[in-house]
């Protein structure tokens, strides 16, 4: 059964204080793996793809990694505006008519200045 | 360009009652979908739809029906509503090609069932 489990599911930081969020998934044949930022009372939005093994994707802070069971989302240097459910979510590549999205259940980070 | 849009963004039902959450997209994507959102949990996925007149079950469908007689429209229908529906609704879309193959959600629908 495709799974992902997301850890921890929160995470409080000081301003500055850099950390990493992991995702761990098993699924039958990886078509993606995505990263979703959402805020309270806000849709998810998206953040990164990634496709293969030891591919990398940055934005700002954000540096996303992908292995083959697991994925991170290192945080550098984070901001009060930074706090967020971050939400990881993998597309099977196999059986999966529609492209359907499985979730992870988020981890909540909260970053105090 | 609005994107993924839903109405309402709040909405109290009693039990029993019925109703649809609307969802329209602006994009031109084929695919299009309904998840749900309870507390601690991850998205869960109700519905999707690959094109127009094409509809399909996903992980919860119990409880809801959905039809897609236009690409741009995804409208969900609760029937009988449970207190179990008490939830937050998002819908999405995807173009669906290799190269564009992101997700985009809509702002949700928050719906209590008292």
């Known amino acids: 059964e495709d799974q992902v489990t997301q850890s921890p599911e929160a995470l409080r930081l000081q301003e500055g204080e850099s950390s990493s969020l992991n995702c761990s998934y098993t699924?039958?044949?990886?078509?993606?793996l995505f990263w979703y930022r959402q805020d309270p009372g806000k849709g998810p939005e998206f953040l990164f793809t990634?496709?293969?093994a030891g591919e990398e994707k940055e934005k700002e802070r954000l540096k996303a990694t992908l292995t083959k069971k697991e994925s991170f989302l290192h945080i550098t240097a984070p901001k009060p505006e930074d706090s967020a459910t971050y939400l990881c979510?993998?597309?099977?590549?196999?059986?999966?008519?529609?492209?359907?999205?499985?979730f992870g259940q988020g981890t909540e980070l909260s970053v105090k200045p | 360009n609005a994107g993924v849009t839903q109405t309402p963004k709040f909405r109290i039902l009693k039990i029993g009652q019925s109703m649809t959450l609307q969802c329209a997209q602006d994009?031109?994507?084929?695919?299009m979908y309904w998840y749900r959102q309870d507390p601690g949990m991850g998205l869960k996925l109700i519905y999707y739809?690959?094109?127009?007149?094409?509809?399909d079950k996903g992980e919860v469908p119990n409880g809801y029906n959905v039809s897609r007689s236009t690409t741009e429209d995804f409208p969900l229908r609760l029937e009988l509503a449970a207190p179990s529906q008490t939830s937050v609704y998002f819908c999405?879309?995807?173009?669906?090609?290799?190269?564009?193959?992101?997700?985009?959600f809509g702002e949700g629908s928050w719906l209590t069932v008292v």
């Open positions: 739809s690959v094109g127009a007149g094409i509809t």
């Open positions: 699924v039958s044949g990886l078509r993606g």
């Open positions: 999405a879309s995807r173009l669906g090609t290799v190269e564009r193959n992101t997700i985009y």
């Open positions: 979510a993998v597309q099977a590549g196999i059986y999966n008519q529609g492209g359907k999205l499985i």
């Open positions: 990634l496709y293969s």
């Open positions: 994009m031109n994507h084929n695919y």
